[in-house]
């Protein structure tokens, strides 16, 4: 059951005020890397739970070629700023900053790390929340090969960042040849398929009402079997996120290049807020010690649960 997917209205004066949003696959340390796009998304949202599905820094790339630009820096400086503006961050792992796991169960005020989560709605539905990379079989059987496709791909994309460079000249409008790609080629089709199928059964053996994964750079949303499913998408070419009203409804939002380009701001132009902390962000908390938003506290042992404050003791998980 695919939705259509709303554009959001970047001239707003008051942030548009949501209850969870899930953002996946940024890929931090790659040049195609959508940060600009992302930091106007986050200028304009502002939420109670935040979810980063996994594939937020790419471990793979860096390891291979080091490339970090400073707006990396800014997005996650706006991120910080927004966890200490009282929005919880959960930070799922994913494959590519599969390094982040030595933190998981570790708490950072208020960002917390974790390889799942249980995600209650305001409607009382529970969702899986979980990378997806656990339902590919490449990636559990064979890791170099995995790997190489992942280098394919950044040649891809590299071919499609030229592409759409004369597509613009000729004032058209963006197009992912990747994209296309999944959709026309026949095994793509069916290990997406296979793909979702696993994960729809992974969120009904935990008894949960559906999944919200990442992994495949595919945003959807459909009813799999009776599960609802729902992919985040990623911030590399389709720049997409999940945002969840107060209602409990979730729905796909996309946000790409032409609605950054409509306001005419430019890359870097974000909130006020973010150029008057610097680059470090050392600043300390009125009446506080330096080091204490960095406070490290252990989550439960079980599977992470978020959104259900009632369901969950008061002491396991404060200030959700």
Not at 16 to 33: A, E, M
Not at 45 to 70: A, H, M, P, S, T
Not at 95 to 116: K, L, P, S, W, Y
Request: charged share 25%.
């Amino acid at each position: 059951m695919k939705q259509d997917t709303p554009c959001l209205n970047l001239d707003l004066k008051e942030p548009l005020v949501c209850r969870s949003i899930w953002i996946s696959d940024i890929h931090l340390g790659t040049k195609h890397s959508r940060v600009a796009e992302l930091l106007e998304f986050l200028r304009v949202v502002e939420c109670k739970y935040l979810y980063i599905v996994g594939d937020f820094i790419d471990g793979w790339e860096l390891k291979y070629r080091w490339y970090w630009r400073d707006d990396y820096n800014v997005l996650i400086q706006k991120l910080l700023r927004k966890s200490r503006k009282h929005t919880r961050i959960i930070y799922i792992t994913g494959n590519h900053d599969e390094f982040m796991e030595q933190f998981i169960g570790t708490r950072f005020g208020q960002v917390t790390m974790a390889r799942q989560a249980m995600h209650t709605a305001a409607d009382g539905k529970r969702y899986l929340v979980i990378h997806g990379h656990q339902a590919d079989g490449l990636t559990q059987f064979n890791h170099l090969l995995e790997k190489l496709g992942s280098h394919l791909y950044n040649w891809i994309l590299d071919f499609n960042l030229y592409f759409n460079r004369l597509r613009r000249a000729l004032g058209f409008g963006y197009w992912s040849l990747a994209a296309y790609l999944k959709l026309k080629t026949k095994s793509a089709v069916k290990f997406v398929t296979e793909y979702e199928g696993t994960l729809a059964s992974m969120a009904k053996n935990q008894q949960a009402d559906g999944v919200i994964c990442g992994h495949i750079h595919r945003a959807e949303i459909k009813m799999i079997e009776g599960v609802q499913y729902f992919n985040c998408g990623d911030w590399v070419e389709s720049c997409t996120a999940l945002m969840e009203d107060f209602d409990g409804k979730i729905k796909l939002i996309h946000f790409h290049e032409n609605d950054v380009l409509r306001t005419g701001r430019r890359p870097g132009a974000h909130d006020p807020g973010d150029s008057s902390e610097g680059n470090g962000g050392s600043r300390r908390p009125p009446g506080g010690r330096r080091d204490a938003r960095r406070e490290l506290a252990k989550a439960d042992a079980g599977l992470l649960c978020i959104g259900d404050e009632t369901a969950r003791p008061p002491a396991a998980h404060p200030r959700v």
